[in-house]
Protein backbone atom coordinates (compact mmCIF):
# COMPACT_ATOMS: atom_id res chain seq x y z
CA UNK A 1 0.00 0.00 0.00
CA UNK A 2 1.05 3.53 -0.81
CA UNK A 3 2.74 5.33 1.96
CA UNK A 4 2.54 9.23 2.87
CA UNK A 5 5.46 10.27 4.62
CA UNK A 6 6.79 13.26 6.43
CA UNK A 7 9.00 15.38 4.37
CA UNK A 8 11.31 17.00 7.24
CA UNK A 9 14.79 18.86 6.34
CA UNK A 10 14.23 17.65 2.58
CA UNK A 11 14.22 14.00 3.85
CA UNK A 12 11.12 11.60 3.62
CA UNK A 13 10.37 9.80 6.79
CA UNK A 14 8.14 8.13 8.70
CA UNK A 15 6.32 9.01 12.28
CA UNK A 16 8.89 8.43 15.26
CA UNK A 17 5.99 6.37 16.67
CA UNK A 18 6.14 3.94 13.60
CA UNK A 19 2.32 4.27 13.42
CA UNK A 20 0.29 4.92 10.23
CA UNK A 21 -3.46 6.37 9.27
CA UNK A 22 -5.52 4.81 6.35
CA UNK A 23 -6.58 6.88 3.81
CA UNK A 24 -9.78 6.41 2.40
CA UNK A 25 -10.86 7.27 -1.69
CA UNK A 26 -14.18 8.72 -1.36
CA UNK A 27 -15.37 7.42 -4.56
CA UNK A 28 -15.20 3.73 -3.47
CA UNK A 29 -15.00 4.09 0.17
CA UNK A 30 -12.18 1.80 0.32
CA UNK A 31 -8.41 2.76 1.62
CA UNK A 32 -5.67 3.06 -0.93
CA UNK A 33 -3.18 4.71 1.55
CA UNK A 34 -1.50 5.34 4.60
CA UNK A 35 0.11 8.08 6.33
CA UNK A 36 2.07 8.97 8.74
CA UNK A 37 0.16 9.68 12.08
CA UNK A 38 2.74 12.01 13.38
CA UNK A 39 3.13 13.76 16.85
CA UNK A 40 4.77 15.77 18.69
CA UNK A 41 7.99 14.61 18.18
CA UNK A 42 7.45 14.53 14.25
CA UNK A 43 6.97 18.56 14.38
CA UNK A 44 10.27 18.96 16.85
CA UNK A 45 12.18 17.48 14.38
CA UNK A 46 10.94 19.58 11.83
CA UNK A 47 10.81 22.76 13.84
CA UNK A 48 14.43 21.70 13.75
CA UNK A 49 15.09 21.45 10.48
CA UNK A 50 13.31 24.81 10.04
CA UNK A 51 15.13 27.23 12.70
CA UNK A 52 17.99 25.35 11.33
CA UNK A 53 17.73 26.56 7.43
CA UNK A 54 16.01 30.02 8.78
CA UNK A 55 19.16 31.95 8.67
CA UNK A 56 20.64 31.14 5.65
CA UNK A 57 16.93 31.40 4.32
CA UNK A 58 15.85 34.70 5.33
CA UNK A 59 19.20 36.37 3.66
CA UNK A 60 18.77 34.88 0.37
CA UNK A 61 18.31 37.63 -1.86
CA UNK A 62 14.49 38.30 -3.32
CA UNK A 63 15.43 37.47 -6.57
CA UNK A 64 16.68 34.06 -5.70
CA UNK A 65 14.00 33.26 -3.55
CA UNK A 66 11.45 34.28 -6.39
CA UNK A 67 13.36 32.28 -9.00
CA UNK A 68 12.99 29.42 -6.74
CA UNK A 69 9.36 29.40 -5.82
CA UNK A 70 8.89 30.47 -9.89
CA UNK A 71 10.35 27.14 -10.43
CA UNK A 72 7.99 25.73 -8.23
CA UNK A 73 5.12 27.14 -9.79
CA UNK A 74 6.35 25.74 -13.75
CA UNK A 75 6.72 22.51 -12.41
CA UNK A 76 3.34 22.39 -10.60
CA UNK A 77 2.17 23.26 -14.27
CA UNK A 78 3.99 20.36 -15.42
CA UNK A 79 2.56 17.57 -13.24
CA UNK A 80 -1.11 19.30 -13.30
CA UNK A 81 -2.25 16.01 -14.94
CA UNK A 82 -0.92 13.67 -12.14
CA UNK A 83 -1.22 16.35 -9.51
CA UNK A 84 -5.06 16.41 -10.37
CA UNK A 85 -5.77 13.03 -10.53
CA UNK A 86 -4.22 12.40 -7.42
CA UNK A 87 -6.63 15.22 -5.70
CA UNK A 88 -9.50 13.60 -7.26
CA UNK A 89 -9.00 10.11 -5.56
CA UNK A 90 -8.07 11.66 -2.46
CA UNK A 91 -10.93 13.88 -2.05
CA UNK A 92 -13.77 12.53 -4.35
CA UNK A 93 -13.89 16.33 -6.72
CA UNK A 94 -14.53 15.48 -10.14
CA UNK A 95 -11.38 15.42 -12.60
CA UNK A 96 -12.28 18.30 -14.41
CA UNK A 97 -12.43 20.70 -11.75
CA UNK A 98 -8.59 19.24 -10.20
CA UNK A 99 -7.82 19.84 -13.52
CA UNK A 100 -9.17 23.31 -14.23
CA UNK A 101 -9.41 24.91 -11.08
CA UNK A 102 -7.27 23.33 -8.01
CA UNK A 103 -3.82 22.85 -9.66
CA UNK A 104 -3.63 25.46 -11.90
CA UNK A 105 -4.43 27.86 -8.57
CA UNK A 106 -1.79 26.12 -6.70
CA UNK A 107 1.00 26.84 -9.30
CA UNK A 108 -0.51 30.30 -9.47
CA UNK A 109 -0.26 30.94 -5.92
CA UNK A 110 3.78 30.13 -6.43
CA UNK A 111 3.59 32.65 -8.91
CA UNK A 112 1.76 35.15 -7.46
CA UNK A 113 3.95 35.76 -4.46
CA UNK A 114 7.21 35.32 -6.24
CA UNK A 115 5.96 38.12 -7.96
CA UNK A 116 4.12 39.96 -5.20
CA UNK A 117 7.60 39.64 -3.31
CA UNK A 118 9.45 41.92 -5.68
CA UNK A 119 6.76 44.49 -4.99
CA UNK A 120 7.04 44.24 -1.08
CA UNK A 121 8.45 47.72 -0.29
CA UNK A 122 9.28 49.67 3.02
CA UNK A 123 7.57 52.74 4.18
CA UNK A 124 9.69 55.76 4.79
CA UNK A 125 8.65 58.49 6.87
CA UNK A 126 10.94 62.03 6.65
CA UNK A 127 9.95 64.08 9.65
CA UNK A 128 10.80 67.44 8.01
CA UNK A 129 12.19 70.12 10.30
CA UNK A 130 13.34 67.69 12.97
CA UNK A 131 15.58 66.34 10.83
CA UNK A 132 14.36 62.59 11.42
CA UNK A 133 13.51 59.79 9.18
CA UNK A 134 11.85 56.72 10.02
CA UNK A 135 11.71 53.60 8.02
CA UNK A 136 10.01 50.40 8.17
CA UNK A 137 11.75 47.15 8.11
CA UNK A 138 9.68 44.30 7.34
CA UNK A 139 11.54 40.98 9.18
CA UNK A 140 10.29 37.63 8.31
CA UNK A 141 9.10 35.95 11.42
CA UNK A 142 11.10 32.90 11.60
CA UNK A 143 9.31 29.77 11.77
CA UNK A 144 6.12 29.23 11.20
CA UNK A 145 3.12 27.38 11.08
CA UNK A 146 0.47 26.60 8.32
CA UNK A 147 -2.47 24.51 8.41
CA UNK A 148 -4.73 23.51 5.77
CA UNK A 149 -8.10 21.23 5.29
CA UNK A 150 -9.68 18.97 3.09
CA UNK A 151 -12.17 21.10 0.26
CA UNK A 152 -9.59 22.56 -1.88
CA UNK A 153 -6.01 20.77 -0.73
CA UNK A 154 -3.11 22.03 -2.69
CA UNK A 155 -4.72 25.12 -3.36
CA UNK A 156 -5.10 26.01 0.18
CA UNK A 157 -1.93 24.21 1.14
CA UNK A 158 -0.08 26.50 -1.15
CA UNK A 159 -2.05 29.25 -0.59
CA UNK A 160 -0.42 29.60 2.83
CA UNK A 161 3.17 28.38 2.19
CA UNK A 162 3.91 30.64 -0.78
CA UNK A 163 3.37 34.14 1.11
CA UNK A 164 5.82 31.83 4.10
CA UNK A 165 8.54 31.30 1.85
CA UNK A 166 8.76 34.29 -0.03
CA UNK A 167 8.49 36.45 2.90
CA UNK A 168 11.85 34.43 4.01
CA UNK A 169 10.31 32.23 6.93
CA UNK A 170 10.92 28.47 7.28
CA UNK A 171 7.45 26.73 7.47
CA UNK A 172 5.90 23.20 9.10
CA UNK A 173 2.95 22.46 7.55
CA UNK A 174 0.69 20.07 7.82
CA UNK A 175 -2.32 19.30 5.21
CA UNK A 176 -5.65 17.87 6.42
CA UNK A 177 -5.54 13.97 7.55
CA UNK A 178 -8.34 13.33 4.81
CA UNK A 179 -5.84 14.63 1.61
CA UNK A 180 -2.67 14.39 2.24
CA UNK A 181 -1.93 12.89 -1.05
CA UNK A 182 -0.70 16.41 -3.10
CA UNK A 183 0.90 18.27 -0.45
CA UNK A 184 3.07 14.75 -0.11
CA UNK A 185 3.96 15.18 -4.25
CA UNK A 186 4.38 18.84 -3.72
CA UNK A 187 7.55 17.85 -1.51
CA UNK A 188 9.54 16.31 -4.19
CA UNK A 189 8.80 19.29 -6.38
CA UNK A 190 10.26 21.40 -3.96
CA UNK A 191 13.27 19.49 -3.85
CA UNK A 192 13.32 19.52 -8.01
CA UNK A 193 12.74 23.42 -8.07
CA UNK A 194 16.25 23.22 -5.32
CA UNK A 195 13.65 24.59 -2.59
CA UNK A 196 16.85 24.06 0.67
CA UNK A 197 16.76 21.65 2.84
CA UNK A 198 14.62 22.31 5.98
CA UNK A 199 12.60 25.61 4.69
CA UNK A 200 9.48 23.52 4.15
CA UNK A 201 8.66 20.72 6.34
CA UNK A 202 5.56 18.76 5.90
CA UNK A 203 3.89 16.88 8.97
CA UNK A 204 1.38 14.81 7.98
CA UNK A 205 -1.32 13.11 10.93
CA UNK A 206 -4.28 14.17 12.69
CA UNK A 207 -5.38 17.83 13.76
CA UNK A 208 -5.67 16.99 17.35
CA UNK A 209 -2.02 15.47 17.91
CA UNK A 210 0.25 16.61 14.64
CA UNK A 211 -1.96 19.97 14.48
CA UNK A 212 -2.03 20.67 18.36
CA UNK A 213 1.72 20.22 18.28
CA UNK A 214 2.32 23.02 15.79
CA UNK A 215 -0.09 25.10 17.45
CA UNK A 216 1.16 24.68 21.01
CA UNK A 217 5.33 25.06 19.74
CA UNK A 218 6.30 27.89 21.57
CA UNK A 219 8.86 28.71 18.94
CA UNK A 220 7.24 28.66 16.02
CA UNK A 221 5.50 32.36 15.81
CA UNK A 222 2.88 32.38 13.55
CA UNK A 223 -0.40 30.20 13.11
CA UNK A 224 -2.18 30.36 9.36
CA UNK A 225 -4.98 28.13 9.78
CA UNK A 226 -7.78 27.60 7.35
CA UNK A 227 -10.90 25.28 8.98
CA UNK A 228 -13.67 24.84 10.71
CA UNK A 229 -14.87 27.96 12.85
CA UNK A 230 -14.77 25.21 16.05
CA UNK A 231 -11.27 24.68 15.55
CA UNK A 232 -10.16 27.80 14.60
CA UNK A 233 -12.35 28.96 18.24
CA UNK A 234 -9.81 26.16 19.61
CA UNK A 235 -6.52 27.45 18.06
CA UNK A 236 -7.72 30.98 19.08
CA UNK A 237 -7.92 30.09 22.73
CA UNK A 238 -4.65 27.99 22.68
CA UNK A 239 -2.60 30.36 20.84
CA UNK A 240 -3.41 33.71 21.75
CA UNK A 241 -1.95 33.69 25.72
CA UNK A 242 1.50 32.65 23.62
CA UNK A 243 1.05 36.29 21.88
CA UNK A 244 1.43 34.13 18.74
CA UNK A 245 0.24 35.77 15.38
CA UNK A 246 -2.78 34.54 14.21
CA UNK A 247 -4.74 34.21 10.67
CA UNK A 248 -8.38 32.26 10.68
CA UNK A 249 -9.72 31.29 7.71
CA UNK A 250 -13.23 29.65 9.04
CA UNK A 251 -16.66 28.71 8.47
CA UNK A 252 -19.32 29.80 6.09
CA UNK A 253 -23.10 30.23 5.55
CA UNK A 254 -23.19 32.65 2.81
CA UNK A 255 -26.37 34.60 1.39
CA UNK A 256 -26.85 34.33 -2.49
CA UNK A 257 -29.31 37.50 -2.87
CA UNK A 258 -30.79 37.50 -5.92
CA UNK A 259 -33.21 40.88 -7.21
CA UNK A 260 -35.71 40.87 -10.22
CA UNK A 261 -33.69 43.38 -12.14
CA UNK A 262 -30.69 40.90 -12.46
CA UNK A 263 -29.66 39.37 -15.60
CA UNK A 264 -31.73 36.28 -14.91
CA UNK A 265 -29.90 33.95 -17.38
CA UNK A 266 -26.34 34.41 -16.31
CA UNK A 267 -27.34 34.83 -12.59
CA UNK A 268 -28.76 31.05 -13.07
CA UNK A 269 -25.77 29.45 -14.03
CA UNK A 270 -23.86 31.06 -11.96
CA UNK A 271 -26.00 29.89 -8.81
CA UNK A 272 -26.28 26.29 -10.04
CA UNK A 273 -22.14 26.60 -9.76
CA UNK A 274 -21.83 28.91 -6.39
CA UNK A 275 -24.52 26.25 -5.00
CA UNK A 276 -22.89 22.94 -5.84
CA UNK A 277 -19.60 23.79 -7.35
CA UNK A 278 -17.26 20.70 -5.43
CA UNK A 279 -19.81 18.65 -3.95
CA UNK A 280 -21.25 22.13 -2.20
CA UNK A 281 -17.81 21.83 -0.20
CA UNK A 282 -16.35 25.67 -0.88
CA UNK A 283 -16.47 27.85 2.13
CA UNK A 284 -17.81 30.18 -0.37
CA UNK A 285 -20.52 28.19 -1.64
CA UNK A 286 -23.74 30.12 -1.82
CA UNK A 287 -25.79 28.00 0.98
CA UNK A 288 -28.75 30.62 1.42
CA UNK A 289 -30.65 31.87 -1.74
CA UNK A 290 -32.61 34.42 -1.54
CA UNK A 291 -35.04 35.58 -4.22
CA UNK A 292 -37.42 38.35 -4.91
CA UNK A 293 -41.42 37.54 -4.60
CA UNK A 294 -41.81 38.61 -8.23
CA UNK A 295 -39.84 36.26 -9.79
CA UNK A 296 -39.74 33.81 -6.94
CA UNK A 297 -41.34 31.12 -8.70
CA UNK A 298 -39.81 31.35 -12.07
CA UNK A 299 -36.19 30.76 -10.07
CA UNK A 300 -37.91 27.84 -8.52
CA UNK A 301 -39.30 26.51 -11.40
CA UNK A 302 -36.64 27.15 -13.22
CA UNK A 303 -33.10 26.01 -10.56
CA UNK A 304 -34.74 22.62 -9.82
CA UNK A 305 -35.17 21.73 -13.35
CA UNK A 306 -31.40 22.99 -14.07
CA UNK A 307 -30.31 20.85 -11.10
CA UNK A 308 -31.83 17.78 -11.94
CA UNK A 309 -29.86 18.14 -14.75
CA UNK A 310 -26.37 17.60 -12.49
CA UNK A 311 -24.33 14.27 -13.49
CA UNK A 312 -23.69 13.05 -10.45
CA UNK A 313 -21.26 10.21 -10.89
CA UNK A 314 -17.25 8.73 -10.37
CA UNK A 315 -15.18 11.79 -10.26
CA UNK A 316 -13.07 10.35 -12.81
CA UNK A 317 -15.74 10.15 -15.69
CA UNK A 318 -15.42 12.88 -18.44
CA UNK A 319 -18.99 13.81 -17.62
CA UNK A 320 -19.27 14.31 -13.69
CA UNK A 321 -20.14 17.30 -12.46
CA UNK A 322 -20.76 16.41 -9.52
CA UNK A 323 -18.54 13.68 -7.27
CA UNK A 324 -18.09 12.00 -3.94
CA UNK A 325 -18.34 14.01 -1.00
CA UNK A 326 -14.80 13.98 0.84
CA UNK A 327 -15.06 11.32 3.91
CA UNK A 328 -18.17 8.69 5.79
CA UNK A 329 -18.64 11.05 8.41
CA UNK A 330 -18.95 13.83 6.36
CA UNK A 331 -21.58 12.66 4.09
CA UNK A 332 -23.42 11.54 7.26
CA UNK A 333 -23.44 14.85 8.15
CA UNK A 334 -24.41 15.81 5.38
CA UNK A 335 -27.81 13.25 5.30
CA UNK A 336 -28.29 14.34 8.66
CA UNK A 337 -28.79 17.72 7.63
CA UNK A 338 -31.29 17.05 5.34
CA UNK A 339 -33.01 15.15 7.78
CA UNK A 340 -32.98 18.33 10.03
CA UNK A 341 -34.57 20.09 7.42
CA UNK A 342 -37.84 18.34 7.09
CA UNK A 343 -38.21 17.99 10.94
CA UNK A 344 -37.97 22.04 10.64
CA UNK A 345 -40.49 22.42 7.97
CA UNK A 346 -38.25 22.47 5.00
CA UNK A 347 -39.82 21.33 1.48
CA UNK A 348 -37.51 19.15 -0.68
CA UNK A 349 -37.74 20.60 -3.72
CA UNK A 350 -35.02 18.36 -5.33
CA UNK A 351 -32.27 15.62 -4.12
CA UNK A 352 -32.68 14.78 -0.49
CA UNK A 353 -30.81 11.20 -1.09
CA UNK A 354 -27.50 9.24 -0.57
CA UNK A 355 -26.89 7.99 -4.14
CA UNK A 356 -25.70 4.82 -5.49
CA UNK A 357 -23.52 4.88 -8.31
CA UNK A 358 -22.46 2.17 -10.43
CA UNK A 359 -19.23 0.62 -10.37
CA UNK A 360 -18.40 3.07 -6.93
CA UNK A 361 -21.26 1.39 -5.19
CA UNK A 362 -19.39 1.78 -1.50
CA UNK A 363 -19.07 5.80 -2.79
CA UNK A 364 -20.02 8.72 -0.20
CA UNK A 365 -22.68 10.40 -2.96
CA UNK A 366 -25.27 12.58 -2.25
CA UNK A 367 -27.81 14.53 -4.61
CA UNK A 368 -27.55 17.66 -4.88
CA UNK A 369 -30.56 18.83 -2.86
CA UNK A 370 -32.78 22.06 -2.42
CA UNK A 371 -34.84 22.65 0.30
CA UNK A 372 -37.38 25.68 -0.02
CA UNK A 373 -37.27 26.68 3.86
CA UNK A 374 -39.25 29.61 5.03
CA UNK A 375 -37.66 30.22 8.80
CA UNK A 376 -34.46 31.79 8.17
CA UNK A 377 -33.15 31.62 11.96
CA UNK A 378 -33.78 27.74 11.67
CA UNK A 379 -30.58 25.73 12.34
CA UNK A 380 -30.53 24.73 8.81
CA UNK A 381 -30.39 28.23 7.60
CA UNK A 382 -28.16 28.89 10.56
CA UNK A 383 -25.50 26.43 10.72
CA UNK A 384 -22.69 25.32 7.99
CA UNK A 385 -23.47 22.19 6.11
CA UNK A 386 -20.64 22.32 3.19
CA UNK A 387 -22.21 19.94 1.32
CA UNK A 388 -24.33 19.71 -1.46
CA UNK A 389 -27.31 21.60 -0.25
CA UNK A 390 -29.07 24.79 -0.28
CA UNK A 391 -32.28 26.24 0.96
CA UNK A 392 -34.35 28.94 -0.59
CA UNK A 393 -36.59 31.57 0.33
CA UNK A 394 -38.56 34.61 -0.78
CA UNK A 395 -38.01 37.91 0.43
CA UNK A 396 -40.04 41.46 -0.81
CA UNK A 397 -37.27 44.21 0.77
CA UNK A 398 -33.94 45.01 0.73
CA UNK A 399 -34.65 45.95 4.15
CA UNK A 400 -35.87 42.48 4.29
CA UNK A 401 -33.11 40.39 2.94
CA UNK A 402 -30.61 42.06 4.74
CA UNK A 403 -31.53 41.33 7.94
CA UNK A 404 -32.05 37.28 7.05
CA UNK A 405 -28.90 37.46 5.45
CA UNK A 406 -26.82 39.16 8.16
CA UNK A 407 -28.22 36.85 10.81
CA UNK A 408 -25.82 34.55 10.90
CA UNK A 409 -22.75 33.97 13.46
CA UNK A 410 -21.05 33.65 10.09
CA UNK A 411 -19.62 36.52 8.13
CA UNK A 412 -17.33 35.44 4.87
CA UNK A 413 -18.68 36.11 1.58
CA UNK A 414 -22.11 37.09 -0.15
CA UNK A 415 -23.35 37.28 -3.62
CA UNK A 416 -25.96 39.87 -4.70
CA UNK A 417 -27.27 39.73 -8.06
CA UNK A 418 -29.24 43.21 -9.74
CA UNK A 419 -28.52 45.41 -11.95
CA UNK A 420 -29.17 48.52 -10.22
CA UNK A 421 -25.94 50.02 -9.67
CA UNK A 422 -27.17 52.33 -6.31
CA UNK A 423 -28.65 48.77 -5.05
CA UNK A 424 -25.71 46.66 -5.60
CA UNK A 425 -23.82 49.26 -3.64
CA UNK A 426 -25.65 49.84 -0.37
CA UNK A 427 -25.92 46.18 -0.26
CA UNK A 428 -22.40 45.76 -0.48
CA UNK A 429 -22.03 48.02 2.42
CA UNK A 430 -24.75 46.94 4.38
CA UNK A 431 -23.91 42.73 4.01
CA UNK A 432 -21.62 42.07 6.88
CA UNK A 433 -18.71 39.56 5.30
CA UNK A 434 -15.50 40.21 4.37
CA UNK A 435 -16.30 39.57 0.67
CA UNK A 436 -18.92 40.70 -1.73
CA UNK A 437 -19.70 39.43 -5.25
CA UNK A 438 -21.72 41.74 -7.25
CA UNK A 439 -23.21 40.18 -10.32
CA UNK A 440 -20.09 37.47 -10.24
CA UNK A 441 -19.00 34.41 -7.90
CA UNK A 442 -15.78 33.08 -7.08
CA UNK A 443 -14.23 35.45 -9.01
CA UNK A 444 -10.42 35.82 -7.50
CA UNK A 445 -7.87 38.48 -8.17
CA UNK A 446 -4.73 37.27 -5.77
CA UNK A 447 -4.09 41.11 -5.16
CA UNK A 448 -7.73 41.48 -2.97
CA UNK A 449 -7.65 40.97 0.92
CA UNK A 450 -9.47 37.92 1.15
CA UNK A 451 -10.79 36.49 4.42
CA UNK A 452 -14.17 36.60 6.74
CA UNK A 453 -15.53 38.54 9.46
CA UNK A 454 -17.66 37.78 12.61
CA UNK A 455 -16.83 33.90 12.97
CA UNK A 456 -15.52 33.16 9.62
CA UNK A 457 -12.71 34.51 10.95
CA UNK A 458 -9.54 37.11 11.76
CA UNK A 459 -7.06 38.27 9.35
CA UNK A 460 -6.87 38.41 5.89
CA UNK A 461 -5.05 36.35 3.11
CA UNK A 462 -3.83 37.56 -0.86
CA UNK A 463 -1.73 40.25 -1.81
CA UNK A 464 0.48 42.13 0.57
CA UNK A 465 -1.74 41.67 3.66
CA UNK A 466 -0.53 38.07 3.29
CA UNK A 467 3.12 39.02 3.02
CA UNK A 468 2.12 41.66 6.00
CA UNK A 469 1.26 38.79 8.15
CA UNK A 470 4.58 36.91 7.83
CA UNK A 471 6.75 39.51 8.58
CA UNK A 472 7.15 41.75 11.57
CA UNK A 473 7.82 44.96 10.74
CA UNK A 474 10.35 47.57 12.71
CA UNK A 475 10.33 50.94 12.35
CA UNK A 476 14.10 52.59 12.62
CA UNK A 477 14.33 56.48 13.12
CA UNK A 478 17.13 57.84 12.78
CA UNK A 479 17.70 61.97 13.69
CA UNK A 480 20.49 63.20 11.14
P1 LIG B 1 -11.04 21.23 10.36
O1 LIG B 1 -11.10 22.43 11.22
O2 LIG B 1 -11.59 19.97 10.86
O3 LIG B 1 -9.54 20.90 9.93
C1 LIG B 1 -8.71 21.83 9.28
C2 LIG B 1 -7.25 21.50 9.57
O4 LIG B 1 -7.02 21.70 10.95
C3 LIG B 1 -6.88 20.05 9.30
O5 LIG B 1 -5.56 19.99 8.80
C4 LIG B 1 -6.95 19.42 10.67
O6 LIG B 1 -6.15 18.28 10.81
C5 LIG B 1 -6.44 20.55 11.53
N1 LIG B 1 -6.87 20.50 12.94
C6 LIG B 1 -7.97 19.92 13.48
N2 LIG B 1 -7.96 20.07 14.82
C7 LIG B 1 -6.85 20.76 15.14
C8 LIG B 1 -6.29 21.23 16.37
N3 LIG B 1 -6.88 21.01 17.54
N4 LIG B 1 -5.14 21.92 16.33
C9 LIG B 1 -4.53 22.17 15.15
N5 LIG B 1 -5.00 21.73 13.96
C10 LIG B 1 -6.15 21.05 13.95
O7 LIG B 1 -11.72 21.67 9.00
P2 LIG B 1 -12.05 20.77 7.73
O8 LIG B 1 -13.21 19.91 8.07
O9 LIG B 1 -10.79 20.16 7.23
O10 LIG B 1 -12.46 21.88 6.66
C11 LIG B 1 -13.75 22.33 6.47
C12 LIG B 1 -13.94 23.69 7.10
O11 LIG B 1 -12.99 24.60 6.57
C13 LIG B 1 -15.28 24.30 6.80
O12 LIG B 1 -15.82 24.86 7.97
C14 LIG B 1 -14.97 25.39 5.79
O13 LIG B 1 -15.88 26.46 5.77
C15 LIG B 1 -13.64 25.83 6.24
N6 LIG B 1 -12.91 26.51 5.18
C16 LIG B 1 -12.73 27.86 5.27
C17 LIG B 1 -12.09 28.55 4.25
C18 LIG B 1 -11.85 30.03 4.32
O14 LIG B 1 -11.05 30.53 3.53
N7 LIG B 1 -12.49 30.75 5.22
C19 LIG B 1 -11.63 27.84 3.14
C20 LIG B 1 -11.84 26.46 3.08
C21 LIG B 1 -12.48 25.80 4.11
Redesign the pocket.
Known amino acids: MKKILNYINGNYCEAVSGKWLDNYNPSTGKIYSQITDSSQEDVELAYQAAKKAFPKWSNTPIEERSDILLRISTLIEKNLDALAEAETRDNGKPLSLAKSVDIPRASSNFKFFAHAITQFASEAHESIGRNTINFTLKHPLGVVGC??????PLY?FTWKIAPALASGNCVVA?????TPVTAFLLCEICTQAGLPKGVLNIVQ????T???A??THPDIKA?S????????E??AR?AAPMFKKLSL????KNPNIIFADCEYDKMLAVTVKSSFANQG????CGSRIFVEKSIYQQFKTDFVAKVKQLKVGNPFDKDTQIGALVSKP?LEKVVSYIQLAKEEGGTLLCGGEKLTVNGSENGYYVEPTIIEILDYKCRVNQE?I?GPVVTIMPFETEEEVLTMANSVKYG?SATVWTTNLNRSMRMSKALETGIVWVNTWLNRDLRTP???IKN??VGR?GGFEALNFFTEPKNVCIKY
Open positions: ISPWNLLKPSEIGMGSAGHIVIFTGGTKTGHITELGGQICLHEFLFGGSGE
